[in-house]
């Protein structure tokens, strides 16, 4: 059994507030997460230890930039997300 045979999988896009380690302006950023929601069913013929595997599964998300670039045009320098927090449960 897969990740994708539990959840089912979207892009989205989440606004968030940064400051840019370079110049320190801050803007908000869009940052791509990939969401990751349980079924509402199991799939079929999962054995008992799959099924109990689909139980304890739990939402998520992951995130998927790594990288934001400055939104000063003065600076546009690229600098890593600021948050250690690269998958959250929802
Ligand atoms: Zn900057």
Known sequence: ????????????????NFSCPNCRERSDYDVRWVTRRKKKRPPGNLN???RAQFEKSRDYMVRVD????????????????????????I
Do not use: Y
Request: proline fraction near 5%; aromatic fraction near 6%.
């Open 1 to 16: 059994m897969q990740e994708r045979d539990i959840f089912d999988e979207r892009q989205e896009t989440k606004t968030a």
């Open 48 to 50: 008992p230890h799959e």
């Open 66 to 89: 790594d990288m934001l670039m400055c939104k000063n045009m003065r600076c546009r320098k690229r600098f890593e997300i600021p948050s250690s927090q690269s998958v959250v449960f």
